[in-house]
Each structure stands twice: as C-alpha cells, then as structure tokens.
C-alpha cells in the first residue's frame, strides 16, 4: 500500500521554464514532508521541507506548496535549469513515536533540456 | 567525515551467499538510518539506530536481516542466505539526533546489491 505516491515517473522541461512534480498522501497522520533530489550513483540530497501547519515554503528557486485537505503537495522549481535534471522523492513523516522514519514516494526524473 | 559514507559501493555475489555492507555516518551523528531501494521504487525504510541500540527494526524483512552498530558510530548491515529479491541499492542516511521537525538525513551514495 503505497502511502505516498508520486503519479509521475517522469517530466520533461525546457530551461528557464517552470517545472511542477506532484506528490498526494494518503496517511492522515503524516505532518511534515520533504523533497530530496538524487543525482545518478549518489545517494538523496535533502532539498527543502514544510510543516503541515503552513501551506507554502520557499527557498531560492524552490518553493513546496502544501495542501492538506487534498493531501496533496507540489515542489515548484523556477526557473528550471538543466542542473536540476535529477529524480525527485517526495517523503512524510509522522511527529508521533515514529517521527524518525520517512515514508518515500517512488520518485520523479525530471528532465530539464537546454 | 565531512559526508556518509558506505562500502563497497558495488557488491556481486551468489544465491545463498553471505554479505556485510558497510556504514560510516558523518561524525557526532547520534542516529543512523538504513534504507532500501528496490529497482523503480523509492527508498523504504529498514533500521533506525539511535546511538548503539536499535531503536526501529520493523523494516527488515525477514530475519536473514541484521544490523549492528557496536559503539555507536559505523554500522554494519548484515544480509544471510542471499536471494535473488535482496538485490537493491542499500542506503544508510545519519542525522544529529534523530528527534525533531529539523532532523534532517544525510543519505550516503549507497551499496548496490546484486544477487545472482
């Protein structure tokens, strides 16, 4: 039963442009979630993050929009460069007994073309 | 170190084998995590150590699966009795402390398993 899905196996972007990866939930007890980005033969980077009591974070050229009653999340990338060419993994997490344990989605390779 | 580090980054080996995988979390890292990734799956969760105690052991599959972490810092995942479905990439991730909204994992590059 896959918790958190990422519909997308794949998405690909022209430079500059913006890039939209998708994530839904289907676990009511997950609170804070995460994007990490895996480059091929590394292991994830963590890339950004947002509590559950927020509906938007930003950082940089990244920003993750949360929305909780869809249990619904976006990582939105402007503008996209080729550098991000990556897969993505969207993961929650509980902040009950088990908050050390992330639950991954099978992930996103965006492809950013020059 | 400066990063996770894990060894050997490739590993091949037969049907009934047995296997140890390496972890070397980043210095001061209290906890340490193993992950695994299956071909075309994200990452799931195996192991949670927090110092030298195994805190969360409900990931591992099967008890073919052991991991140890003697003193608290290197971590040994431990695979008997191989089988072709064993073979993924075995991440392990460390973080300060394991608690808290800014517990954030370090992930290593990981060790790809193949099980022939």
């Known amino acids: 039963d896959q918790q958190v899905k990422q519909n997308s196996p794949s998405l690909s972007v022209q430079e500059g442009r913006i890039s939209i990866l998708n994530c839904d939930y289907t676990n009511s007890m997950f609170d804070y979630f995460l994007w990490y980005k895996k480059y091929p033969a590394e292991g994830p980077t963590f890339l950004i993050s947002?509590?559950?009591?927020?509906d938007k974070n930003e950082d940089g050229r990244f920003t993750v929009f949360l929305n909780k009653s869809a249990k619904h999340l976006s990582l939105h990338i402007v503008p996209s460069q080729p550098g991000d060419s990556a897969v993505y993994f969207c993961?929650?997490?509980?902040?009950?007994?088990?908050?050390?344990?992330?639950?991954f989605g099978k992930g996103t390779l965006l492809t950013v073309n020059p | 170190g400066a990063g996770v580090s894990q060894t050997p980054s490739n590993k091949v080996t037969e049907k009934g084998k047995y296997v140890e995988l390496r972890c070397d979390p980043i210095s001061g890292h209290t906890a340490l995590y193993w992950y695994r990734q299956s071909l075309g799956q994200g990452p799931e969760f195996l192991i949670y150590?927090?110092?030298?105690?195994?805190?969360?052991d409900s990931g591992l599959p099967n008890d073919r699966f052991f991991a140890v972490r003697p003193e608290g810092s290197v971590s040994t995942l431990k695979i008997q009795r191989t089988e072709r479905g064993d073979s993924a990439v075995y991440l392990c991730?460390?973080?300060?402390?394991?608690?808290?909204?800014?517990?954030?994992?370090?992930f290593g590059a990981g060790s790809r398993l193949t099980v022939l």
């Open positions: 993961a929650a997490r509980t902040s009950g007994g088990s908050n050390y344990k992330l639950t």
């Open positions: 947002i509590s559950s009591i927020k």
């Open positions: 150590f927090q110092g030298t105690g195994a805190a969360d």
């Open positions: 991730a460390s973080s300060r402390s394991g608690q808290g909204l800014n517990n954030v994992l370090t």
